[in-house]
């Protein structure tokens, strides 16, 4: 059972703006350690999205952008495009479990 | 070009061995962290193990602790998982991952192969 908790769907029209988020605790999140996120296309491998909270590596679209908070970090996808639907995972180390944990992955739909 | 390929998986009954390899290509592979991720049919991510540049650290998820070894070979920029005792519950696909560092010396996922899938049953 993953310790960092995300909404299992979002949806959203063409053009709309979707946030994801990415719940975690004292530990992981809120204990200062960096938030990543991936982006798994149907049938292939992740792909790194987003990065130490809020930075994109090289050619992914602005249209991507991540934010933390406390204990819980944002995904938001702005200029919803059909290719988007993906599922999405957040990522980040936690202390109590010496290791690094994922989200429980939230499906993208483009309406 | 980054790229990682892994083998070696395949079908396993329960209690059986397995190992998979990763073949690195396009980075200098004894400068980074590697390691192993998978992902269960219809499921999300797990990680699995990792291990430091030289081979002298390793670290493991509580659930592969005592069956799985990850090692490398700096010479053949290749990376292995070796899983023994396996359950029903290890069938997954096995994604090989060059880990990156944040400014807090904690990794993120950079590049991935495809996967391997492995299959645990009798």
């Known amino acids: 059972q993953s310790v960092l908790t995300q909404p299992p769907s979002v949806s959203g029209a063409p053009g709309q703006r979707v946030t994801i988020s990415c719940t975690g605790s004292?530990?992981?999140?809120?204990?200062?350690?960096?938030v990543h996120w991936y982006q798994q296309l149907p049938g292939t491998a992740p792909k790194l999205l987003i990065y130490?909270?809020?930075n994109r590596p090289s050619g992914v679209p602005d249209r991507f952008s991540g934010s933390k908070s406390g204990t819980s970090a944002s995904l938001a996808i702005s200029g919803l495009q059909a290719e988007d639907e993906a599922d999405y995972y957040c990522?980040?180390?936690?202390?109590?479990?010496?290791?690094?944990?994922f989200g429980t992955g939230t499906k993208v739909t483009v309406l | 070009e980054v790229q990682l390929v892994e083998s070696g998986g395949g079908l396993v009954q329960p209690g059986g061995s397995l190992r998979l390899s990763c073949a690195a290509s396009?980075?200098?592979?004894?400068?980074?962290?590697m390691s192993w991720v998978r992902q269960a049919p219809g499921k999300g991510l797990e990680w699995v193990a990792n291990?430091?540049?030289?081979?002298?650290?390793?670290n493991y998820v509580d659930s592969v602790k005592g069956r799985f070894t990850i090692s490398r070979d700096n010479a053949k920029n290749s990376l292995y998982l070796q899983m023994n005792s396996l359950r029903v519950e290890d069938t997954a696909v096995y994604y090989c991952?060059?880990?990156?560092?944040?400014?807090?010396?904690?990794?993120?996922?950079?590049?991935w192969g495809l996967g391997t899938l492995v299959t645990v049953s009798s």
């Open positions: 004292s530990s992981n999140i809120g204990a200062r350690y960096y």
């Open positions: 130490a909270n809020s």
């Open positions: 990522q980040s180390f936690d202390s109590s479990l010496s290791g690094y944990v």
């Open positions: 291990i430091k540049q030289d081979g002298s650290e390793k």
């Open positions: 991952a060059r880990e990156d560092l944040d400014s807090n010396y904690y990794s993120y996922f950079h590049f």
């Open positions: 396009g980075f200098t592979f004894s400068n980074y962290w």
